[in-house]
């Protein structure tokens, strides 16, 4: 590190210090320290009343017929029911038979694809799912699982995740596709707005809105900047609690920051800066990553 590089660098950080005197006597008395502020202490939340019954009705009715502790063979046995109902209605408005034949292949081929979305998140494999719509919904090596399914009939362009915990159902998330909205309507203020039309007010923190009853916790997530969507959560309120502390237990360890570092930025703010010290440590890390 060259003279100049390093008396900059130590003046700037040693500028409060100093600065004060070259201002009136050289022999200038200490300056009086400004009493300290008093955080105050944040606004308590706002308690929110619980869903209406009928607000729970509609909170119920997004489960989509499917429930809390059905196995995979179980939720695909009630898509392909669900299926072939709507196929069945395509079948009915057609007499041609090469029609018809069409008809029945995109129904097998619906069903197919379906089975082929599940995945398990192995501890040791990265899945393409962690950086997605739903990445932090789920965790690796905590015997989760999930299986997705894209509705996008009668003009709807949903998508419905299905995750498992042990082989069994314990969350879903919805994604609502919102692209026909007007630029200017995609954002919080909106997204909340329809909400509480919908099931009524909810506690609200930042990009989310959460209602709970004694069936389900439901999060109605944000995702309007980074996917044109808004997520609808619906978990199982007592295998949310046994999720959580799996994952807790299963958790990486934290990287410890690199002591070169810590000893420039001193995180705690514990030591008065040392104008020698913190140049001899701005040497060390330049040194550390390759610098002259």
Same mark, same amino acid.
């Not at 989509?64 to 939720?75: H, L, N, P, V």
């Not at 949310?240 to 934290?254: C, I």
């Not at 001193?266 to 020698?276: L, R, T």
């Given at each position: 590190?060259?003279?100049?590089?390093?008396?900059?660098?130590?003046?700037?950080?040693?500028?409060?210090?100093?600065?004060?005197?070259?201002?009136?006597?050289?022999?200038?008395?200490?300056?009086?320290?400004?009493?300290?502020?008093?955080?105050?202490?944040?606004?308590?939340?706002?308690?929110?009343?619980?869903?209406?019954?009928?607000?729970?009705?509609?909170?119920?009715?997004?489960?989509?017929?499917?429930?809390?502790?059905?196995?995979?063979?179980?939720?695909?046995?009630?898509?392909?029911?669900?299926?072939?109902?709507?196929?069945?209605?395509?079948?009915?408005?057609?007499?041609?038979?090469?029609?018809?034949?069409?008809?029945?292949?995109?129904?097998?081929?619906?069903?197919? !694809?379906?089975?082929?979305? #599940?995945?398990?998140?192995?501890? +040791?494999?990265?899945?393409?799912? %962690? *950086? @997605? /719509?739903?990445?932090?919904?789920?965790?690796?090596?905590?015997?989760?699982?999930?299986?997705?399914?894209?509705?996008?009939?009668?003009?709807?362009?949903?998508? !419905?995740?299905?995750?498992? #915990?042990?082989?069994?159902?314990? +969350?879903?998330?919805?994604?609502? %596709? *919102? @692209? /026909?909205?007007?630029?200017?309507?995609?954002?919080?203020?909106?997204?909340?707005?329809?909400?509480?039309?919908?099931?009524?007010?909810?506690?609200?923190?930042?990009?989310?809105?959460?209602?709970?009853?004694?069936?389900?916790?439901?999060?109605?997530?944000?995702?309007?900047?980074?996917?044109?969507?808004?997520?609808?959560?619906?978990?199982?309120?007592?295998?949310?609690?046994?999720?959580?502390?799996?994952?807790?237990?299963?958790?990486?360890?934290?990287?410890?920051?690199?002591?070169?570092?810590?000893?420039?930025?001193?995180?705690?703010?514990?030591?008065?800066?040392?104008?020698?010290?913190?140049?001899?440590?701005?040497?060390?890390?330049?040194?550390?990553?390759?610098?002259?």
């Amino acid at each position: 590190m060259s003279r100049i590089v390093r008396a900059a660098f130590v003046s700037f950080l040693s500028v409060g210090l100093v600065g004060s005197a070259f201002a009136g006597d050289k022999k200038a008395a200490p300056a009086k320290k400004a009493p300290a502020k008093k955080e105050k202490a944040p606004p308590p939340k706002k308690k929110v009343a619980p869903p209406s019954e009928a607000n729970k009705k509609k909170l119920e009715e997004r489960m989509g017929g499917f429930k809390f502790g059905m196995s995979k063979d179980e939720i695909l046995a009630g898509l392909e029911k669900q299926i072939a109902e709507r196929y069945d209605e395509k079948l009915k408005a057609t007499t041609d038979v090469a029609q018809q034949d069409r008809i029945r292949k995109e129904k097998r081929t619906e069903l197919a !694809r379906v089975k082929s979305t #599940y995945v398990t998140f192995d501890e +040791k494999k990265e899945s393409p799912w %962690d *950086v @997605s /719509i739903v990445e932090g919904e789920f965790a690796h090596g905590t015997e989760e699982s999930m299986m997705e399914r894209w509705e996008n009939d009668a003009g709807k362009n949903n998508r !419905r995740f299905f995750f498992f #915990y042990q082989g069994r159902l314990w +969350k879903m998330f919805i994604s609502l %596709d *919102v @692209s /026909i909205l007007p630029e200017d309507k995609k954002n919080f203020d909106t997204f909340q707005q329809v909400m509480t039309a919908q099931f009524g007010a909810g506690d609200v923190e930042p990009g989310v809105i959460t209602y709970t009853t004694d069936k389900l916790v439901v999060r109605a997530v944000d995702k309007l900047r980074t996917y044109d969507a808004i997520g609808l959560v619906l978990e199982d309120p007592t295998v949310k609690k046994d999720v959580l502390a799996l994952r807790e237990v299963k958790a990486p360890p934290k990287r410890e920051m690199s002591s070169t570092i810590k000893a420039v930025i001193d995180p705690e703010n514990k030591d008065k800066p040392d104008v020698k010290q913190n140049g001899n440590a701005v040497d060390a890390v330049i040194k550390a990553q390759g610098g002259k």
